[in-house]
């Protein structure tokens, strides 16, 4: 069977550096039949170089590709693989933004017991004992 592949780099959105040790994460998605795809996950990651760069080695197919980094949100995109002899495999770049924590500037303060309305304010049964008899004999 012949083997093509799919190369590019990961970067910062805003940056535009290169970011090392994004994981490629693939999914098969070939289609299988008219109406159905397969969806299976390729058990073999690979991870980008000092610059972000990456290369991952395939068969011909449509497939998921998904680069995840530490502090970034991860991105898919697809890709058609063919049996390209010797042209240059297809180029999937990916450019994820920073994971945007948010900032909780006046954040609420916690409740405390005394906040809480009084037990006695809930006491007032909700069934009374002949009814419980009825519902539950063995009550």
Partial sequence: MAH???K????????RN????????VKNI???????????????????VHDGDYWRLLTPGEYEIIA??????P?????????????TA????????????????NPEPMMTNKDYPSNSDYLEPLV??????NLYPMY
Avoid at 9 to 15: A, E, Q, R
Avoid at 68 to 73: F, I, P, T
Avoid at 128 to 133: H, I, K, N
């Fill in 30 to 48: 070939t289609r299988a039949a008219k109406n159905f795809r397969r969806s299976d996950d390729i058990d073999h990651d690979i991870t980008s």
């Fill in 18 to 25: 290169g970011i090392a040790n994004a994981i490629i994460h």
């Fill in 8 to 15: 590019g780099v990961v970067k910062d959105f805003d940056t």
């Fill in 4 to 6: 093509s592949g799919v």
């Fill in 75 to 87: 991105m898919a995109k697809l890709v058609e693989v063919t049996d390209n002899g010797h042209d």
């Fill in 128 to 133: 009374d004992e002949d009814t419980l008899q």
């Fill in 68 to 73: 995840v980094a530490d502090g970034y949100e």
């Fill in 90 to 105: 297809p180029v999937v770049n990916f450019e994820l933004r920073k994971i945007e924590e948010e900032e909780n500037i």
